[in-house]
Every structure is written in C-alpha cells, then in structure tokens.
C-alpha cells in the first residue's frame, strides 16, 4: 500500500462516480419537472372555462394559478435540480483541492511533473 492510498479515507474514482451520478439524477429531475409544468399548462388550457367559472375573483385566480405553476415545481424538482447540482460541484471543487494538494511537494514547493530537474 502506497504512502497515498493510506493517507486517504476514500476513493477518487467513487468520489467522482457520486458526483456523475448526481449531476444526472438532477438534470433528469428538472426533465420530469419540466413534462409535469407541460401537463399542469396543458390540463389548465383545456378547462380554463371550468377554471374561471369556479374562481371568479381574480385574487383566487392568481394564488391557484401561482401554486400551479411555481410553488409545486420550486418545491419538487427545482430545488432537488439545485440541491444535487451544488453537491456535485461541492465534490468535484473539493477533489481539485485534493489532486492540488497531492501535486504539493514538502521539500520545494510543487514537484516537478515533466519529470524535468530545476537548476
């Protein structure tokens, strides 16, 4: 076992898979967000008649229409969207500092990676 591998409590490849996957489950959270606004517009288009007989305020109107369409998606996909894009960054943000780190030589500052000798 390298002097690395036993400084370390974790995985690279892991730490970067976590930090894939995340970025996927996001972006396909915000997918089904984005088809569930679509039906919630489409089923309000089709029975706007319906819907401004049963609400003949137009406050009503806007709080209904509001929670339709912002509350429900912030609350469900785009804050899961938002969570899971912040950890991958997070993840990948602290495996910079890491590999930065492991470049860092005690001696003379960062070893030389070329494999070239300083004068």
Same mark, same amino acid.
């Given at each position: ?6 400084? +370390? @409590? ?5 730490? @970067?898979?976590?930090?894939? =996957?995340?970025?996927?489950?996001? =972006? #396909?959270?915000? #997918? @089904?967000?984005?088809? /569930?606004? #679509? ?6 288009? +089709?029975? =706007? ?9 137009? @406050? ?10 912002? #509350? ?41 990676? /070329? ?5």
């Amino acid at each position: 076992m390298s002097k690395k591998d036993s400084a +370390t @409590f974790h995985n690279e490849d892991a730490v @970067f898979r976590i930090a894939m =996957w995340s970025n996927i489950v996001s =972006w #396909a959270a915000l #997918a @089904f967000t984005v088809l /569930e606004l #679509a039906n919630v517009i489409n089923s309000l288009s +089709t029975q =706007w008649d319906q819907f401004t007989m049963a609400y003949p305020e137009a @406050f009503q109107r806007i709080s209904i229409l509001g929670n339709l369409l912002f #509350a429900e998606p912030i609350k469900g996909g785009i804050f899961i969207f938002l969570a899971l894009q912040g950890l991958s960054q997070l993840l990948y943000l602290a495996m910079d500092f890491y590999l930065e780190d492991d470049d860092y030589d005690e001696d003379d500052g960062f070893e030389d990676v /070329e494999g070239e000798e300083e004068d």
